[in-house]
């Protein structure tokens, strides 16, 4: 079992920067790849990126364009998600997710491929 307690989000000019984080808990971190996903008000939960296991594949969503980052520090348990340049469409509730099931190198982007998930953080892009 592993618990992910997120942090970070919150409201943000249009143009600017946040950055979230996922902790998770146990010893087994480095063998789940990590995704972000989100999910806007009346919209299906969709991928933003993921990681493999030992952060050497990495992968986004088109919408990102090389805005955001995503990164983990298997010595402490924590995945995150650099977001610069955002826009008002990147309002939304962001989850984190663990998938336990993933090859070494590989990771997914459908979210029924994760085992756990974050409660999600909020993050409000104004202009």
């Known amino acids: 079992q592993v618990q992910l307690v997120q942090s970070g989000g919150g409201l943000v000019q249009a143009g600017g920067s946040l950055r979230l984080s996922c902790a998770a808990s146990?010893?087994?971190?480095?063998?789940?790849?990590m995704g972000w996903f989100r999910q806007a008000p009346g919209k299906e939960r969709e991928f933003v990126a993921a990681?493999?296991?030992?952060?050497?594949?990495?992968a986004y969503a088109d919408f990102v364009n090389g805005r955001f980052t995503i990164s983990r520090d298997n010595a402490k348990n924590t995945v995150y998600l650099q977001m610069n340049s955002l826009k008002f469409e990147d309002t939304a509730v962001y989850y984190c997710?663990?998938?336990?099931?993933?090859?070494?190198?590989?990771?997914?982007?459908?979210?029924?491929?994760?085992?756990?998930w974050g409660r999600g953080t909020q993050v409000t892009v104004f202009s």
């Open positions: 997710a663990a998938d336990s099931r993933s090859y070494s190198y590989s990771y997914s982007y459908s979210p029924s491929e994760y085992d756990y």
């Open positions: 146990g010893r087994t971190f480095s063998t789940y790849a």
């Open positions: 990681i493999s296991r030992s952060g050497g594949n990495t």
